[in-house]
Every structure is written in C-alpha cells, then in structure tokens.
C-alpha cells in the first residue's frame, strides 16, 4: 500500500524494560489464544502515540497506566490510566500503533494490552505441532519460533533484538499438557478456570520465573505431552532433554552431549559460567529449521535430537552433536551478548558454527572432526573443518554475484541493507554461518588460539546482558594482541566473495575476486545494478601459510598478502617461490587450508604440487584442498576439468577418508552435470576406475575399530558407484533391499547404509520399489529413516512415478511441512526431476505462494528446488522471465532464486565448454 514503510525499525520514543506476559485462552482444539500483557516502559519523550510490533494478532484492548500527576515530581499517590481513541494496524511494517487521547509523559509508564491470535500453521511465531498422543490419538502441541521477526505473531512487543527487557510468563494450559519456557517454574496449580467464552474448565495454571533481560527472538513457549531425561552437571546445572512419550531414552545421547558442553563451554573456553539455573533441549515434531536457541529452552526437529541405536547413523549422530554444540554455544554468543542488528547475524551464527566443533572434539576425540593433525591449546581450534563440505558450501555460494557480504548491511544486491523480514530471513545461510565460522577459523590461526580466546572472554564480559556489532568483537581481540584487527577483516566481512591467489611464471603473485563463471559479461552488468564492483576491485589482506619439500618440522613460511606482490609479504613470498621453482620442488600455499581462498598455481608448480599430492608428501588437508581447488577452477573456466580429472585419478589410491571424501564429492558433482551428455558412458568408466579401488579397501561391513570418517565416506561412495554404473554395487544393494523388506526387524541394514540402499532400489526397479519404499514411510516410526525415503523415492527414473513422488510431497498430507522442500530438493536433482518440479512449481505457482510463503525457512527451500535444472540456455531465459513477471512476488525466496538461477549459468558455461574439453581427456 502506498505510504506504508518497508522497514521493520520502530521508534526509539518509548522502550520496554519487562513484559508481564499471561495467556489465559489456549485453545488447542480450535488453535486460537487469547492473553494479556503489562509492559513496564521508559518513555524517553512525550508522545502521544507508541508503535509496537503485531503480525496476525488482534489487539482487543489497550491503556497506559503512570503515577497520579504525569510522573512529573507532584505527589499525587494515585494512578493515572489513558485510554486509546484508536488503533491502527500496518500490515507491511507489521506494527500496531496505540494512539492516546493524551501525550504520554516522560518517564516510566505501564501498557496494559490485551490480544487475540491464532495458533498458525507456518513454524512460525506461536504455531501448532501434531503429534501421536500416548493414547494413539492424534493431538496438537503449541511451540513458538520466533527468530527471528515473529514474536509479533504471539504478543504485542518490540521485536528487534537490541531492545531487550525482562519477561515474566504465566500461562493457563490443558491439564494432560506440560508447558516449559525459559526459565523454571515456579508455581504449577489445577484449578478451575473461567473461559473468556464464558465456560468453566479446569486448567493448570504455569507461573515460570522472571527472565534475564534478553531480546525477544529468545522467548519460548511449548505445550505438550512429554516424557524426559536429566543430569546435573559438575557446576550444578540442570539439563533436560524432552522427548516424545515413549522416547526417552533416545534422549541420552544428546543429554551427554549437552552436559558436557554446558560445563566445557563455562569452565574451559568462554570461562563465563552459564547465565541460567536450567538447560532445557526438546524435540518438535514439526520444525522449520535445526534448532533454535532460545536461552534456557532450546528447540529441536526431532531428527537433530533423537538416537535410537539400532537406526540412527552415524552421520546423524555427528549431526545431533553438532547441533546441540551449536546451540549450547549461543547461550553465551548470541543470547548473553547479541549482535546489534540483524545485519551482524554472522556473529551469532559464525561463531555457534566454529565453535560446534570445537566442543565435539572435546567430547569424541575419537571421530577426529578436525581434518589437520595440528592441536591447538583448545582441542584443535586451529585447524580445518572435519571435511572440506562446510568451507566449500560457503565458497560456492560466496562465488556468486548473487552472494552477499557478511555483515550484510553493505550488500546492495537487492535492498542497501537488511531491514525487512523477508530479507531477514533470506540471510540464514551458509555465508553467515560457514563463511563465518571459517573466516573466524583463520583469524584464530592467525592471532594465536590462547590469545584469541582471552579476547573472546573480555568481549563476552564487557558486553554481557547487551549488544554488540562486529567492531566490538575486534576492539577486545585487538585490545589482547596489540594488533589492529579491524583492518585485517575489514574485507572479509564486508565486502562480498574471497579472493583467488593467481601464481604467475616469476613466482609473483595477484589476488582478484573469485567468481564461479570467470570473465562473465553478466558480473560487469551485475555489479554495474549493484553500485559497485562485485567485489573485483577489493583488496584482501591475506594470512597465507607456505609449507614446501625440504622444510623442517613444521617449518613455515607466514606472509601478509596485500594485493601488490611488491609489498612485504608478496616479495617474500615471491623470493621463496623463485627458489622453489628453480630447484623444482613443491610448495603449498595455504597450508592445511586454514585461508578462506582458493590458489591457482602456474604450470609448473601444478606439476610439482600434483608429484608431491601422489606420494602423500603433504598432509591429507592440503591434498583435499588442492583437489578441491582444482575442480572450482575448472567449474569457473579458470582451468582445465581435464587436468582435475587427471589429480583425482592419481590419488585414486589415496588412503586418507578427507581426501577420497573430497575427490568422491567432485566426482559426484559432475556426474549430475553430464548425466545427459553423449560421452557420459565414458566419463562413468572413469569414475569406477577412480572409485572401486576405494572401495575394495572399505567394502559394505565395517571394520571393527574403524574411523568415523570411514562411516560416513561408505554411503557417498556407493551412491557414486551407483550412478556410475556398477552393476556389482547395485545387484548387492537390491540383495539387501529385499532382504529388509521381507524382514524388517531381522534385516534391516546398517544404519549408515540405509539411504543408499532404499534410492538404489528404487532407481534400478522402479515401480514394485517405489511403493515398497513409501509403505517403509508410512510404517516407520524414525524421523531419520522416514525422511530418506522421501528422498529415495525421487531418485526414481521414470517420469510418472517421479511426478507421483512430487504428488505424495506436497499433497497426500502425509508428510510434515518441514521436510517438503528437502524432499523436492532430492527429486530435482536429475535431469528429469528437476523439469517436473520447474513445470509444478511454474503452474501451481499462486497456490503455492499462499500455502508456504509465510513459513520462514520453507519457502526459500521450495523457491530453490525450483531453480535446479534443466541446464539449458533455453531454461534459463524462461526462469528469467517467470521470475521477472512473477503472479506474486517471490518475498523471502528473492535471494535463493537469483543465487540458483546463478548457478544454473555457471553449469550451463560449464557444460558448453566441457563438451569439447572432457571427450578428449577421456580417451
């Protein structure tokens, strides 16, 4: 509407200081709530109207209490209460705006409203969660979600992050429901209540007690039947994980966890105890995302908090720990001290995701999850990620011009900064989260891990119960180091992409932006849009490690990048590279891949790195990160597949779990991109080739005593095999299929196997397989194994069961929103999948965007599994215009369909050039 803001900022006039909040009309039947709040505010001046957020609620009435006399010094003794001449809603801003008869005075005033809403059906704000009831009834659970804009979905407040306040809860619930929020309960009576209807019912009525001050994002509330397990932990905290009736122990795995990164977290890394008296983890049969940290209450999917022994893998175990690490470590980063805006999420994302790992190595040192065998004073905080996958994710999405920077309010790619909630929410992604965390990673390496971390505690410390931004964190990391850190991140937080180190014949070297599709017109006319340079005139201060054939133990080269190889550091480095080249040695730039770039070395240091890679001379991390390397460069049309191709054979007998992992995964890759080329029967011969000797040495039964990585390597080397053609792996994993469906109990495979099983079956039988897999799906009580069954069911290869499977997804009503748009994800993977999603998603678009386009997290997936495919020219003009004439506008999905419809360029240049290229290097 015109003359409606687009921002979702309010006025600064008037600031909640606690919120006194009460819902007395739960009703899980006909999903509505009614409730009431008291807001004890500080009036900053005189105003007549106050504007609080209000998303789909109902403000049914509204009134300002202060002292007899204005609060202006005159004793009075009495109370003084304005009532409202009108309220007036902005359904774009999302805000309510109470207008008063009088000016409201300087000073402390009390808002007393109250408000009626519906318990919705979108994840999001205070919404509803079916679950089977111990009596196998189907019954509703309430749970709120509100990161990161939808509080004003469940009361009047002021929902930004940096207005914090205290809240008091009390909440009248059915008397089969249990209810938990933040904090512990302090009085839990039956009585019997009067209904705003006017009916009589007897209720209990839940009394928690008063929060730390906190923003509201953090504020939870569920109601449910539970059963749970607990354990105090050395400092005294409790922690409760609660499960569905029934399930509790499935809960003793992530209670382990949690205890022991409550007490590593306060006692060993932040050395800030742990703000709360309790730590609560419960799993959601209906969620959006992972988990969210809600402080003292976190929520969980099902998924990423239950273990069952006998069908959880032991990728999902990983999975699981990680989650609960991450949001464990938000209770400090993020919920003690809270970025400022929104625009600074990296640094509560960023930091949660490094510190992830940090805290499962500490707790399994035996799954190794740090890649690089150098350990730090903390666990192994210097090294590199347990795979190259998070790094990775993070730099293919940062090399598009689609990406954004991290702190993303110097983005200009589609508004000039972060300030509406679709854009909020468009921003949970891997650039906050890995680029983060890895951006984070080697500016730990390059400070020092004690030094970092005593920063890190004096940051937490001086801004506790506040907020910050991301200048605060580098003025206490500088204020224990000496050095100016501000300037060292400047660009890796605030300008878009990373660089690329191009190694020339003389050994000089020079940085420019790497982009996923080199010398594209399009960046220029992109960048031009954007205002800017896309990134290609930014100058990176590189931290660049240099190992080399003949240094000592430990011997490294440690050089400032600057962008001119005349500087300090480029003439060193340039001076060492001249030396190592003469003498034909090798030398690897960006040593264990602790920098957040990519190297693209001249011919001969290629040559030299690819002898060095073959006789395992470097370690496992730099094998994997110049193969990986390789294949981006390739993809970018910066270098040769072929010459990727000839690394990833020489390393085809490679021992170390990292490097097959890598290799496997770039294979992978390229088997989607040429499944439709003519010479894609030559190029399967070749990834067997490069594959089966792998797997002789892992076969399909696990080693007694063997490494985690092996675990997880096995599923992704079958799926390869598989897709490469193998006949062996497919007559095996058929062999298994049928012995699981015969016996399900008896038979069922390993856990780590299952997915690749029930996909291969279903790509290889079809029909007879499809419908045994959904019958697994409907009788299996396994969020785990339920959700690889919808992806395997769209690994089907004819085009009717395919469109069967998109059917079964979005409307059979048997399979929760959260998992539609991994599942379409799955389905649009193939040649053929990804053009029946595009047509559904084209005609069925208006519906589609009514039913899922206020569910946060959901849309931007659905939005995505759209844009995969086909990798055509022609499909891309048709996305183009689609999307540039859409029936509705795309909202929270903008970013995720300029970012994939990027990529489809990327593969479609890649292909073109490929088809000349690949034959040849296949002969």
């Given at each position: 509407m015109e003359g409606q803001k687009t921002s979702c900022r309010l006025p600064d006039t008037v600031v909640p200081v606690k919120y006194t909040l009460r819902y007395h009309d739960l009703d899980l039947d006909r999903c509505t709530f009614a409730g009431s709040v008291a807001i004890d505010c500080e009036v900053k001046s005189e105003v007549k109207t106050v504007e609080l957020h209000a998303?789909?609620?109902?403000?049914?009435?509204?009134?300002?209490?202060?002292?007899?006399?204005?609060?202006?010094?005159?004793?009075?003794?009495?109370?003084?209460?304005?009532?409202?001449?009108?309220?007036?809603?902005?359904?774009?801003?999302?805000?309510?705006?109470?207008?008063?008869?009088e000016a409201l005075p300087v000073g402390g005033v009390k808002l007393e409203l109250s408000f009626e809403g519906s318990i919705n059906d979108k994840l999001a704000g205070l919404y509803r969660s079916k679950y089977t009831g111990p009596d196998g009834e189907t019954k509703t659970m309430a749970v709120t979600q509100f990161e990161a804009t939808d509080a004003r979905r469940a009361f009047p407040c002021w929902d930004e992050p940096a207005i914090k306040a205290r809240f008091e809860l009390e909440v009248l619930a059915p008397l089969d429901r249990r209810v938990v929020s933040n904090t512990p309960v302090m009085m839990s009576n039956e009585e019997t209540a009067e209904l705003p209807s006017g009916r009589k019912e007897r209720r209990r009525r839940w009394r928690?007690?008063?929060?730390?001050?906190?923003?509201?994002?953090?504020?939870?509330?569920?109601?449910?039947?539970?059963?749970?397990?607990?354990?105090?932990?050395?400092?005294?905290?409790?922690?409760?994980?609660?499960?569905?009736?029934?399930?509790?122990?499935?809960?003793?795995?992530?209670?382990?966890?949690?205890?022991?990164?409550?007490?590593?977290?306060?006692?060993?890394?932040?050395?800030?105890?742990?703000?709360?008296?309790?730590?609560?983890?419960?799993a959601i049969p209906d969620f959006a995302a992972g988990a969210m940290e809600n402080w003292g209450c976190v929520t969980y999917r099902e998924a990423r908090l239950l273990v069952h022994e006998a069908t959880s893998s032991t990728a999902t175990k990983k999975a699981i720990a990680r989650t609960v690490c991450h949001e464990l470590a938000h209770q400090w980063f993020g919920n003690l001290v809270t970025m400022e805006w929104w625009d600074a999420l990296w640094l509560n994302e960023g930091f949660a995701r490094y510190m992830e790992f940090v805290a499962v190595d500490h707790i399994f040192p035996e799954w190794d999850i740090w890649s690089a065998l150098r350990r730090a004073e903390l666990g192994r905080l210097a090294s590199t990620f347990p795979s190259t996958s998070h790094a990775r994710a993070a730099?293919?999405?940062?090399?598009?011009?689609?990406?954004?920077?991290?702190?993303?309010?110097?983005?200009?790619?589609?508004?000039?900064?972060?300030?509406?909630?679709?854009?909020?929410?468009?921003?949970?992604?891997?650039?906050?989260?890995?680029?983060?965390?890895?951006?984070?990673?080697?500016?730990?390496?390059?400070?020092?891990?004690?030094?970092?971390?005593?920063?890190?505690?004096?940051?937490?410390?001086?801004?506790?119960?506040?907020?910050?931004r991301s200048d605060d964190l580098w003025a206490a990391l500088g204020n224990v180091t000496g050095k100016d850190v501000g300037a060292l991140m400047d660009t890796w937080t605030r300008k878009v992409g990373y660089p690329v180190l191009t190694l020339a014949e003389d050994g000089s070297t020079s940085q420019a932006r790497f982009l996923a599709m080199a010398e594209d017109?399009?960046?220029?006319?992109?960048?031009?849009?954007?205002?800017?340079?896309?990134?290609?005139?930014?100058?990176?201060?590189?931290?660049?490690?240099?190992?080399?054939?003949?240094?000592?133990?430990?011997?490294?080269?440690?050089?400032?990048?600057?962008?001119?190889?005349?500087?300090?550091?480029?003439?060193?480095?340039?001076?060492?590279?001249?030396?190592?080249?003469?003498?034909?040695?090798?030398?690897?730039?960006?040593?264990?891949?602790?920098?957040?770039?990519?190297?693209?070395?001249?011919?001969?240091?290629?040559?030299?790195?690819?002898?060095?890679?073959?006789?395992?001379?470097?370690?496992?991390?730099?094998?994997?990160?110049?193969?990986?390397?390789?294949?981006?460069?390739?993809?970018?049309?910066?270098?040769?597949?072929?010459?990727?191709?000839?690394?990833?054979?020489?390393?085809?007998?490679?021992?170390?779990?990292?490097?097959?992992?890598?290799?496997?995964?770039?294979?992978?890759?390229?088997?989607?991109?040429?499944?439709?080329?003519?010479?894609?029967?030559?190029?399967?011969?070749?990834?067997?080739?490069?594959?089966?000797?792998?797997?002789?040495?892992?076969?399909?039964?696990?080693?007694?005593?063997?490494?985690?990585?092996?675990?997880?390597?096995?599923?992704?080397?079958?799926?390869?095999?598989?897709?490469?053609g193998s006949v062996e792996v497919d007559e095996e994993a058929l062999r298994r299929?049928?012995?699981?469906?015969?016996?399900?109990?008896?038979?069922?495979?390993?856990?780590?196997?299952?997915?690749?099983?029930?996909?291969?079956?279903?790509?290889?039988?079809?029909?007879?397989?499809?419908?045994?897999?959904?019958?697994?799906?409907?009788?299996?009580?396994?969020?785990?194994?339920?959700?690889?069954?919808?992806?395997?069911i769209g690994k089907a290869r004819d085009a009717a069961l395919l469109s069967e499977a998109m059917g079964f997804i979005l409307d059979s009503g048997e399979v929760r929103l959260q998992d539609a748009g991994l599942s379409l994800a799955s389905l649009a993977t193939s040649a053929l999948g990804s053009k029946l999603v595009w047509t559904a998603f084209r005609e069925r678009y208006v519906e589609l965007h009514d039913r899922f386009s206020d569910t946060g997290f959901i849309w931007p997936m659905l939005v995505g599994s759209a844009v995969m495919g086909p990798r055509t020219p022609e499909h891309l003009t048709e996305l183009e215009a689609f999307f540039n004439d859409a029936p509705k506008p795309v909202g929270a999905g903008e970013r995720k369909w300029l970012q994939n419809f990027e990529k489809l360029r990327v593969q479609v240049a890649q292909l073109a050039r490929d088809r000349n290229t690949v034959p040849q290097a296949l002969r």
């Open positions: 998303l789909e609620l109902w403000v049914t009435s509204a009134e300002a209490v202060m002292d007899d006399g204005g609060g202006g010094g005159k004793a009075g003794g009495g109370q003084k209460k304005l009532s409202t001449v009108r309220t007036e809603y902005d359904s774009k801003a999302q805000t309510v705006t109470l207008c008063f008869v928690f007690a008063e929060t730390p001050v906190m923003s509201t994002y953090l504020l939870a509330l569920v109601i449910g039947e539970f059963d749970f397990v607990s354990a105090y932990n050395a400092s005294g905290v409790l922690t409760t994980v609660y499960t569905p009736v029934g399930k509790a122990e499935q809960g003793r795995f992530a209670l382990h966890v949690a205890s022991k990164a409550l007490e590593y977290y306060a006692e060993t890394v932040f050395k800030v105890p742990y703000p709360l008296q309790k730590s609560d983890l419960l730099m293919a999405l940062d090399s598009l011009v689609a990406s954004h920077p991290i702190e993303v309010k110097s983005a200009v790619m589609i508004e000039e900064q972060v300030d509406n909630p679709d854009q909020i929410n468009e921003i949970f992604d891997a650039i906050s989260y890995a680029k983060g965390a890895s951006v984070i990673r080697m500016l730990a390496g390059h400070l020092g891990v004690a030094e970092f971390m005593r920063g890190i505690h004096d940051y937490l410390v001086k801004h506790s119960y506040g907020n910050a017109p399009a960046t220029a006319t992109a960048a031009s849009a954007k205002g800017d340079d896309g990134g290609q005139g930014t100058v990176w201060r590189i931290p660049a490690r240099v190992v080399w054939e003949g240094a000592g133990e430990g011997e490294e080269l440690v050089v400032m990048l600057e962008g001119e190889s005349g500087a300090e550091g480029g003439r060193k480095l340039k001076e060492k590279v001249q030396e190592l080249q003469a003498a034909g040695k090798w030398f690897k730039i960006n040593a264990g891949q602790r920098g957040f770039f990519k190297v693209n070395y001249n011919e001969g240091g290629w040559t030299n790195l690819s002898r060095a890679m073959q006789t395992r001379a470097i370690s496992p991390a730099d094998r994997a990160g110049a193969v990986s390397d390789a294949f981006s460069l390739a993809a970018a049309g910066r270098a040769s597949t072929g010459v990727a191709l000839g690394l990833a054979s020489k390393l085809r007998d490679d021992p170390d779990s990292l490097v097959r992992q890598t290799v496997v995964s770039s294979l992978l890759d390229l088997i989607s991109l040429y499944s439709e080329e003519t010479f894609f029967g030559k190029f399967q011969e070749l990834v067997r080739s490069i594959c089966l000797p792998m797997w002789e040495s892992i076969t399909w039964t696990a080693a007694e005593g063997e490494p985690q990585r092996v675990a997880t390597l096995r599923p992704l080397l079958l799926r390869t095999l598989h897709l490469s299929f049928d012995a699981y469906v015969n016996d399900r109990a008896g038979s069922a495979p390993p856990a780590d196997l299952r997915y690749v099983i029930l996909a291969t079956a279903v790509g290889v039988r079809g029909d007879s397989a499809f419908r045994q897999v959904i019958e697994i799906y409907r009788t299996s009580d396994s969020g785990e194994e339920k959700r690889q069954c919808l992806s395997a």
